[in-house]
C-alpha cells in the first residue's frame, strides 16, 4: 500500500514529467525523496550517506538532459535511488509490499535508464569514455555524462579514465561528486587537492583537472537545486571533454548521518526515532576475534600494521584507527594499492594484516599474484564477506576461493570455529614462509575450545569424525551443515582445515575406506576446493560429489532459493547420495 498517496512523486512518471515542475515543487520533491530514503532504508537496510546527499543533483540532471537518449554512468552506482525513483521505479519507495521490486544498484534489466549493472568503484569514466567513442564513430549526437565521487576517486582506474576522457575530441561530461567522504573519510593527496578547490571557489592555482587538459567548472553548493540546473545547461551539449566538480552534503536531511557519516554510509534496518539497528550486534564475532589478536600483537610491541580499503567498519577496526594510528592504514577505496602496500611492508620486515572484503578483492588479482605470490612474502590476509549470499550480482562474495586458492605460495585457511580462526591468525602471523589467507566466516560458528584447535598449519592435516560409507568434507563456516547432513547419514564428518592445501595422505585413507565422498563449500563450485579433491581422486575408485555455488551471478535472490538451486540442504544432500 502506498504510504504517501499525497506526494508530488506519485505524478512523476519519468523525467518528461519532472521538466514541467517549477523549482519550489523541485524542492518539495527532494524533501519527498529524502523521506522515502529513510523510511526505505530504516526497513531494509542499504545505502544512506550517500543517496541523500545527490537528491538535488540528480533531480537537476534529470530536469536539463534528455534520458535515456543521453546517457548517465553512475559510479558504484550506490547513489541511484533518487535516479531510481525519477525514471518510473517510485513506487519501490513509496510501497513497502514493492521495496524489493528493484536493486539497490543500477540495472539495465530493470530499466532503459541505467546502462550497466554497477556496484563497485571507480569504473564510470572509462566506461563512459567508450561509450563517447562508439557514439562519435556512430555518428550520434547524445551527451554522455559519467558521475563519480563518495570516495571512487581514490581507485587507480579513475585517473586512467580521467587520463583517457581528457583526450577524447567531442562532448564528455564528468560530474566529480565532492563530498568529501567515501565510506570513511577521504584519504591521501586528493583529499589536499579537492579542498583547495573548494576553499578557492574553484579558482585555485593547482589544479589536478585543468593540468590534464579538462574544461573544469565549479559548483559550490551541489545539493542547491537552481545552481545544479544551470551549471547542467551550461555543460549540456559541449562538444568536448568537461568536468564538472560539486561540493555535496553527504547525508543531508538527517542529523544522525551528519554526525557520523561512516557509520551511516550503509546502514542495516534501524529504529528511526533513535537510530538504532534492529538486530544488535552479537559478540564474539569473527571481527571481534581478529581484531583482538590484532590488538594483542600491538601491545605486545609487534611492528603489525591493520590494513584496508576504506571499510574500517566492516570489519570493527575502528578501535585500531583510533587508539593505535601506527598501526592502521586505510589506503582509501584502492584494493591493488592496498595488496601492493602490505607486501612492501611484509619486504620490509612487517607484519601486515590485510582486511578485504571478498567482493572488492577482485580489483587486485594482479598484485595478489604478481605483487605477493610471485614473490613469496608473509602477507596476511583476513577475507571477509567470502561465501554465498543474497546481494547484488555486484556485490557477489563468492569468488574468493577462484582468485585466491589457485594462485602458487598462497594459503588459504578457512576456520569452522572462532577459536579455529584465532589460531589460524597467530600461526599466520608468526610464520615467515608464505602469504596467508584466512576466510572469515560469514555464517555463525560455534566460539569452539581454544585448547582444542590445532595451532600449526605449516602442513594441514584434515580434522577427522569417522563414521561409516559416506565422507562429509565441511569446509569453513560450512562445517555445521556438514555436522548435519553427516549425522543423517551416520557418516564421516572431516574439517579440511584449508581451501587449497590438501591432505593427500587423509584422502587416500578416506577413499580406501568410503563408498561416497562428499565436499560442501560456501563459495563458487568452478576452480573451488571441491574441484581439487575430485580432481585428486579421480583415479582411486571412489565416487565424490561437490556441493557449492554454481557459476551464474544471483542478484537479489534470497539465500533459501540459492541454497535450494543448488542442493545445499541437508534433505536434498542426503537424498542424493542414498540415490547412489
Given at each position: 500500500m502506498n504510504k504517501h498517496p499525497d506526494y508530488l512523486l506519485n505524478k512523476i512518471s519519468?523525467?518528461?514529467?519532472?521538466?514541467?515542475?517549477?523549482?519550489?515543487e523541485m524542492e518539495k520533491l527532494a524533501k519527498e525523496i529524502r523521506t522515502l530514503i529513510l523510511e526505505k532504508d530504516a526497513a531494509k537496510g542499504g545505502h544512506l550517506g550517500p543517496d541523500?546527499?545527490?537528491?538535488?543533483?540528480?533531480?537537476?540532471?534529470?530536469?536539463?538532459?534528455?534520458?535515456?537518449?543521453?546517457?548517465?554512468?553512475?559510479?558504484?552506482?550506490?547513489?541511484?535511488?533518487?535516479?531510481?525513483?525519477?525514471?518510473?521505479?517510485?513506487?519501490?519507495?513509496?510501497?513497502?509490499?514493492?521495496?524489493?521490486?528493484?536493486?539497490?544498484?543500477?540495472?539495465?534489466?530493470e530499466s532503459p535508464y541505467d546502462y550497466f549493472a554497477i556496484g563497485h568503484t571507480s569504473t564510470s569514466v572509462a566506461l563512459a569514455t567508450g561509450m563517447a567513442r562508439a557514439r562519435d564513430l556512430m555518428g550520434g549526437h547524445e551527451n554522455i555524462t559519467?558521475?563519480?565521487?563518495?570516495?571512487?576517486?581514490?581507485?587507480?582506474?579513475?585517473?586512467?579514465?580521467?587520463?583517457?576522457?581528457?583526450?577524447?575530441?567531442?562532448?564528455?561530461?564528468?560530474?566529480?561528486?565532492?563530498?568529501?567522504?567515501?565510506?570513511?573519510?577521504?584519504?591521501?593527496?586528493?583529499?589536499?587537492?579537492?579542498?583547495?578547490?573548494?576553499?578557492?571557489?574553484?579558482e585555485a592555482a593547482e589544479n589536478p583537472f585543468k593540468a590534464m587538459g579538462f574544461d573544469y567548472r565549479y559548483v559550490a553548493d551541489g545539493n542547491n537545486i537552481q545552481d545544479m540546473i544551470n551549471a547542467f545547461k551550461a555543460v549540456k551539449d559541449v562538444d568536448h571533454p568537461i568536468l564538472l566538480h560539486i561540493n555535496t552534503l553527504k547525508g543531508k536531511g538527517y542529523s544522525p548521518a551528519l554526525k557520523d557519516e561512516e557509520f551511516h554510509h550503509w546502514v542495516i534496518?534501524?529504529?528511526?526515532?533513535?537510530?538504532?539497528?534492529?538486530?544488535?550486534?552479537?559478540?564474539?564475532?569473527?571481527?571481534?576475534?581478529?581484531?583482538?589478536v590484532i590488538k594483542e600483537q600491538i601491545k605486545a610491541g609487534n611492528k603489525i600494521i591493520a590494513i584496508n580499503a576504506a571499510i574500517p567498519s566492516n570489519f570493527d577496526l575502528d578501535e585500531i584507527k583510533d587508539k593505535y594510528p601506527d598501526h592502521y592504514k586505510d589506503v582509501g577505496i584502492a584494493e591493488q594499492e592496498s595488496v601492493a602496500f602490505a607486501t612492501g611492508f611484509a619486504k620490509e620486515g612487517g607484519t601486515p594484516v590485510l582486511f578485504e572484503n571478498s567482493s572488492f578483492l577482485q580489483r587486485a588479482f594482479d598484485q595478489l599474484s604478481h605483487d605477493t605470490a610471485a614473490n613469496d612474502l608473509p602477507v596476511v590476509m583476513m577475507v571477509g564477506a567470502g561465501g554465498i549470499s543474497s546481494e547484488s550480482k555486484t556485490h557477489l562474495g563468492m569468488f574468493d576461493q577462484v582468485l585466491i586458492s589457485n594462485l602458487p605460495n598462497w594459503i588459504y585457511l578457512a576456520p569452522t570455529n572462532l577459536a579455529e580462526e584465532k589460531a589460524m591468525m597467530h600461526w599466520a602471523i608468526e610464520q615467515r614462509k608464505h602469504p596467508v589467507a584466512i576466510k572469515m566466516p560469514i555464517n555463525d560458528v560455534p566460539e569452539g575450545d581454544d585448547n582444542k584447535v590445532i595451532k600449526d598449519y605449516s602442513n594441514i592435516q584434515y580434522q577427522v569424525k569417522p563414521g561409516k560409507d559416506v565422507a562429509v568434507l565441511a569446509l569453513g563456516d560450512f562445517y555445521q551443515l556438514g555436522a548435519k547432513v553427516a549425522s543423517k547419514l551416520n557418516a564421516t564428518l572431516v574439517n579440511p582445515v584449508s581451501a587449497n592445501i590438501l591432505d593427500k595422505d587423509?584422502?587416500?585413507?578416506?577413499?580406501?575406506?568410503?563408498?561416497?565422498?562428499?565436499?560442501?563449500?560456501?563459495?563458487?563450485?568452478?576452480?573451488?576446493?571441491?574441484?581439487?579433491?575430485?580432481?585428486?581422486?579421480?583415479n582411486k575408485g571412489v565416487k565424490v560429489l561437490n556441493y557449492g555455488q554454481k557459476r551464474v551471478y544471483t542478484d537479489q535472490t534470497p539465500l533459501k532459493e540459492i541454497y535450494k538451486q543448488n542442493h545445499l540442504t541437508v534433505d536434498q544432500i542426503v537424498a542424493d547420495v542414498k540415490a547412489l
Open positions: 519519468g523525467p518528461k514529467d519532472l521538466k514541467k515542475l517549477s523549482i519550489p541523500l546527499g545527490i537528491v538535488e543533483a540528480t533531480i537537476a540532471y534529470h530536469y536539463v538532459f534528455d534520458a535515456p537518449k543521453d546517457k548517465i554512468v553512475w559510479d558504484v552506482s550506490h547513489q541511484t535511488y533518487p535516479h531510481k525513483m525519477l525514471t518510473g521505479r517510485a513506487q519501490a519507495w513509496l510501497d513497502p509490499n514493492h521495496y524489493d521490486d528493484v536493486t539497490p544498484f543500477t540495472n539495465p534489466d559519467a558521475l563519480i565521487g563518495d570516495g571512487s576517486m581514490t581507485g587507480g582506474l579513475a585517473y586512467e579514465g580521467f587520463n583517457n576522457a581528457a583526450i577524447e575530441k567531442h562532448n564528455l561530461v564528468i560530474v566529480v561528486n565532492d563530498n568529501q567522504w567515501s565510506i570513511d573519510k577521504n584519504v591521501g593527496g586528493l583529499v589536499t587537492a579537492l579542498k583547495k578547490l573548494r576553499d578557492s571557489n574553484g534496518p534501524f529504529d528511526l526515532k533513535t537510530d538504532k539497528p534492529l538486530t544488535p550486534e552479537k559478540k564474539p564475532n569473527p571481527n571481534t576475534v581478529a581484531t583482538d587423509t584422502l587416500d585413507k578416506l577413499a580406501a575406506n568410503h563408498k561416497v565422498i562428499i565436499t560442501l563449500e560456501d563459495d563458487a563450485l568452478d576452480g573451488g576446493y571441491g574441484e581439487k579433491v575430485a580432481s585428486y581422486l579421480g
